[in-house]
């Protein structure tokens, strides 16, 4: 985790700190050595605007922010953000009963094929979680 460069903005620098929070330092240490210069500026793009600049907004708490990305990564059916923001409950404080309260939302507003798909990822996140005593896997 190191100094980060004095030329990257205090959004920048909030957004950093509020990913690791709900994402987890492993994830973002992982994703950033997986950055190359070609998608830099979409990594510094997102740790700019959705976690220092909406995540990090007063008003919601972490659980209820995170209850509402599932709702609406699932509901579009992005998958793979569904099983990273499943993982990262640990960390914001939604339950397993916000997850499926939300994802019982997306039946009724966006479907039920989007809502038994993230279900089907959820209950496959959990069981990773469950094998490693509760531990998220780093993906």
């Excluded at 980060?4 to 950093?16: I, T, V």
């Amino acid at each position: 985790m190191g100094e980060l460069p004095q030329h990257l903005s205090s959004r920048y620098r909030e957004g950093l700190a509020v990913r690791r929070a709900v994402l987890g330092d492993p994830h973002v240490d992982n994703a950033e050595k997986a950055s190359t210069d070609f998608d830099k500026p979409f990594q510094q793009l997102i740790t700019e605007t959705a976690w220092g600049t909406v995540w990090s907004r007063p008003g919601w708490t972490k659980r209820e922010r995170s209850m509402v990305t599932l709702a609406l990564l699932a509901a579009l059916g992005h998958d793979e953000e569904v099983a990273m923001h499943v993982r990262a409950t640990t960390n914001t404080g939604a339950t397993r009963e916000d997850i499926c309260e939300a994802f019982l939302h997306v039946a009724v507003y966006a479907g039920v094929p989007a809502a038994n798909r993230a279900i089907k990822i959820a209950k496959q996140v959990f069981a990773e979680m469950d094998a490693t005593g509760g531990k998220q896997n780093e993906r």
